[in-house]
């Protein structure tokens, strides 16, 4: 019998990582978390904070309804105010293609129980005053969604896994030791050794670099996304905006401040690690939000960065075991992983006790057939 230092070992101080690891815990786990760098120095500390329920797909609309309910419950459960606030998200259709996208999707996300409803322009210009309606054709709202502050979220998780186990930062997970096929402890950058019987990857953008210390190919490949944020204005605005035109982006107007969060998808895509920033996206989404809500025009930026999209080829998660036993994978969030975080944490934590998924969660399968899309990107 091995004397275990942890019942679970994480790697990735992310949002997967932390909600995964405290959800071990509060099911008796005694966790260990290594983060190479600092809790949220990952795509978790560079989101833009938006949390919505608007997916194509019956289980990736139900994962992120109940990731709503655990946000919604944070305060409670976890004694900490995350600065919580449903102001809801906002799709614009420009054209009838999205207006029959976002009408068929709606009638799958009611017959779920999502509040969510097809909205048409004067409707949006008293959600969104000074909105130019150029080509506007209507939206899909949903009210319930949200925004929080990934920080204070992450805090909270960690804090739930030191009660009974130990969060260790500037730690990088530099080796995996396998016998007999199977995980029995991790090897950090400082020589140190740390025993358990079950590991999780949850590094994110670099699960499939740390997989590979196992010789396993993980479809995880990390893009780069720019962010800005703005200097702080009177709110006017509520939700996230979505801009679905090809040139078009998304923003929020954060909770208290006023600042203006946003990002666009680039065109092409930018594969890899870089998170660099550049001029093009500063002068580009600018121009893309002025042309949106032209009062927008003079607002200064006053900081950008980017972070990593982590992606798999059809636009959903990993959540499943591997080949190797007691090796996990929880991962290839898409853009979606503070809004789906907690539950995504939760559903691992099930299936790593229980041996089985708490629902069918056969669609987030490291083996599935990658060929289906999320639409709702
Ligand atoms: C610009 C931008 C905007 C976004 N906006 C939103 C949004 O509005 N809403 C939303 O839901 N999502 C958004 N996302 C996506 C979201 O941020 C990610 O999907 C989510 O944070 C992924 O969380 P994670 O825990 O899987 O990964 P991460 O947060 O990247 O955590 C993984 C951690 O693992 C650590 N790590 C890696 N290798 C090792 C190792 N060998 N040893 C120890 N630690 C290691 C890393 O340092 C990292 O901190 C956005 C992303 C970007 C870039």
New binding site residues.
């Given amino acids: 019998m091995k004397n275990y230092t942890a019942d679970a070992i994480i790697?990735?101080?992310?949002?997967?990582?932390?909600a995964a690891g405290y959800y071990l815990s509060r099911k008796g786990l005694k966790v260990f978390l290594?983060?190479?760098?600092?809790?949220?120095?990952?795509?978790?500390?560079?989101?833009?904070?938006?949390?919505?329920q608007q997916f194509s797909t019956p289980l990736s609309i139900k994962v992120a309804m109940e990731s709503m309910k655990k946000f919604q419950e944070f305060h409670d459960t976890l004694e900490k105010d995350i600065e919580f606030h449903q102001g809801g998200y906002l799709f614009l259709a420009h054209d009838e293609d999205k207006v029959g996208t976002y009408k068929k999707l709606i009638a799958l996300q009611n017959s779920m129980g999502l509040d969510v409803e097809y909205i048409d322009v004067p409707q949006i210009e008293k959600l969104v005053p000074g909105i130019n309606t150029d080509g506007l054709l209507g939206g899909a709202y949903c009210p319930s969604d949200a925004?929080a502050n990934?920080f204070l979220v992450v805090d909270g998780y960690a804090h739930g896994i030191q009660k009974t186990g130990r969060v260790l930062a500037y730690?990088?997970?530099?080796g995996i030791n396998i016998e007999h096929e199977r995980v029995v402890s991790i090897t950090?950058h400082d020589g140190n050794e740390y025993f358990a019987p079950i590991i999780v990857n949850?590094?994110?953008?670099?699960?499939s670099?740390?997989a590979r210390m196992l010789d396993l190919d993980i479809p995880i490949y990390p893009e780069?996304?720019?962010?800005m944020i703005t200097e702080q204005m009177e709110r006017f605005f509520d939700m996230?905006i979505v801009d679905y035109r090809a040139d078009g982006c998304?923003f929020?107007q954060k909770w208290g401040k006023g600042s203006i969060i946003g990002?666009y998808t680039p065109v092409p895509n930018v594969p890899g690690q870089d998170t660099g920033t550049s001029f093009d996206f500063a002068k580009e989404i600018g121009r893309r939000m002025a042309r949106l809500i032209p009062k927008l025009a003079n607002i200064k930026i006053i900081r950008q960065?980017?972070?990593?999209?982590?992606m798999t080829p059809d636009g959903n998660p990993i959540v499943d075991k591997t080949d190797i036993e007691g090796f996990w994978i929880?991962?290839?969030?898409?853009?979606?992983?503070?809004?789906?975080?907690p539950e995504i944490g939760w559903v691992a934590a099930e299936y790593i006790t229980e041996g089985k998924t708490p629902y069918d969660m056969s669609s987030f399968a490291l083996k599935r057939d990658f060929a289906s899309r999320e639409v709702m990107k």
């Avoid at 730690?171 to 530099?174: F, N, Q, S």
């Avoid at 929880?330 to 975080?341: S, T, V």
Wanted: hydrophobic share 30%; charged share 15%; with cysteine.
């Fill in positions: 790697i990735g101080g992310g949002i997967i990582g932390c290594f983060e190479k760098d600092y809790l949220t120095a990952g795509s978790t500390g560079r989101c833009i904070c938006g949390i919505r925004q990934p730690t990088e997970v530099t950090t949850a590094a994110g953008p670099f699960i670099k740390v780069r996304h720019e962010a996230m998304y929020n990002c960065w980017s972070g990593s999209y982590e929880a991962g290839g969030m898409c853009g979606h992983g503070f809004m789906l975080g």
